[in-house]
């Protein structure tokens, strides 16, 4: 088959043009019709055993399930003629005949589709007199905990953790009204995917301990933005209240993560409120952060002033979004330091992992190493970052600026041993470090969920971080901090927006070829010329 | 998986060359598992967990997946079930000639409900799907056994028989 065919068929006496072969749910759903469904889910493979699917073929005996049923030439669908809504009301009653309803204390409240489904294509009311079937809540592995009495028996979890995860820890046990998920005994869910199954069991049948009556969905705020826990990039949302980060789940990028995120970069996100967050400003014995641009202006270029450009050193991190790596190049260059005294830092690589379903984890564990190197040039890491600690050994470099934004991977001996013996040192700093000298000026870092900005993964996909939640005490940002020192310095007016920052940088960084903020959107831009 | 259990179980050498036998004839070697189920109840008398590993092993399948398959027929004699296992075919036909009478003369007279077995460990009473015996419904299935056309006098009488 070289050349897809079409074939031609009517959707409630409308006529449609669709694929050959394509199932008529996605043809629905394209169209914008509502054909609910459970256990058809994009990224999986299509079972069609729950039958909330159902539509009227006119000529077929019954009604057919969507999720299961390919286009054919001439076919006539009906979505919402009485016989399809009656099959889908039918259908519903007898997946509520054994449901616990125990919505007011389950986690999936507010975002179940048995609920919405429920309210959409059900009945208002129960016939049900018999006693309800009772099956086991327990612990399934990895955190992830099973509410037998919910689950409806899709499915979809068995076959993720067989097709996609490659393990295959789940199945279904029993049959018939008594068929349940479990795992078998000696053999929990262990796969690195496992949290998953949360996100796309359709119902408070999977929850993650995590999770476990944290908040109810419908309070929480839900920001867009990108995994930094490895260079793969996945495209999450980080979901929050109260400026905390409560879950991170995963969100659908074609060319990047299919449904799915891995176990880590859905559960580290502790350490944003972690015990060792790093929180004190000390830049001055007065002054607060408020202060900071104008001082921190005026210490640096005292600094060049007094013994040169060439006696200031940076060293920047994988972490960084694009924006703050090219405020942070425009101060140096404001202030005429040269390149070759701007390094970075990167976190030590891990393993790389890649599972049946395609889905891989990066070995490289920094979200924006490819945009270091667009921005500060790729010897950043290597050998400038070499000969900059080497240069910090003799006298003539008196100001060194770190910063220490790396989760769980504080700086190397020998860069603190620098820090604490400059004429002034600042770190930026993430997590905690009692090694760090009390001559040391401080500033804290800004984490991943905190950030607005762009970063480039692996393949050269340049992506939109947004920041979900706020830095603790009114704390400046990295990057508007560097704009504000900016406009200090006498180079700009004011700041400027994210959109404005982005738009300016694409346009004199070469490896961003001049993107727009606007063409980057949701998902991302690959700057590779890759397929989009 | 590292940390999974070790398999303790083996198949014996003739079973081993009837599953290559079997392997030959399908397709490929998921679909060899009910007749390798089958096997396993034959060499060790039921199905156990470690049964399930072995076979599960053998075939190059999650033990979830055999589990799953295992548990979704009710014809497997499992691990704990009595002497003589009682199977009732509560299926349409059957259901039609009054199996649920015989089902409940069974819970009353041995004290268990199906799916139990009785504290001597003599008999395990099990509600199951079609034993393809419609014609001659209601059946009871006991170990390799049909019992058909049975009316409750008959049962009575086969129970006692059974208990010797
Ligand atoms: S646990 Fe959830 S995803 Fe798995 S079969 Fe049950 S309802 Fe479906
Ligand atoms: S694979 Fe990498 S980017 Fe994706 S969720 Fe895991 S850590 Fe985050
Ligand atoms: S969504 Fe079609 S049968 Fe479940």
Redesign the interface.
Known sequence: MTEKQTVNLTINGEEVEAPAGEMLIKVCHDRGLDVPFFCYHPGLVPEGNCRMCLVEVVKAPKPMPACTTPVTEGMEIETHSEPAKAARSDVLEFMLANHPLDCPICDKSGECMLQDNSYAHGNDASRMVDVKQLKPTKELGNGVRLWGNRCISCTRCVRFCSDIAGSGELTMVNRGDRSVVDAFPGYPLQNPLSGNVVDICPVGALISEDFLYQARVWYEKKTDSVCHECSRGCNVEIQTLHNEVKRIVARHNDSVNDYWICDHGRYTYDYVLGPERALEYRLDDSSGPADAPALLARKLKSLVDEHGADSLGVLASAFMSNETLYLLGSVLKELDVPVENIAACARADGKEETFKGGFKISADRNPNRRGVEAILGPSAFSSRAEGLLEKSKGPGLRGLVLVSDLPGQPLPAEWIEALNSADFGLVFLLENDSRIGEEVSLIPATAFSERDGSIINEDGRIQLVQAATQLPRGALRLDDLLQDVLVELGAREGRISQRGLFDEMAAIIPALKGARHAEVGKTGLSLDGGEE | ?SD??AVKKKFSEKGLEFIDWLLGRYPNKQAALLPVLRLAEEEFGNID?DS?MLVAETLE????????VL????HYRREGDGKYLLQVCSTLPCALRGCRDIQHRLEEKLGIEAGETTEDGLFTLKKV?CLGSCDTAPVVQVNEKYHENLDIEELDKLLETLRG
């Not at chain 2, 399948?61 to 799953?68: F, K």
């Not at chain 2, 548990?71 to 009710?74: I, L, R, V």
């Open positions: 998986m999974a259990p967990n399930v399948l999650s033990p979830g997946y055999v589990w799953g548990t979704f027929y009710t799907e």
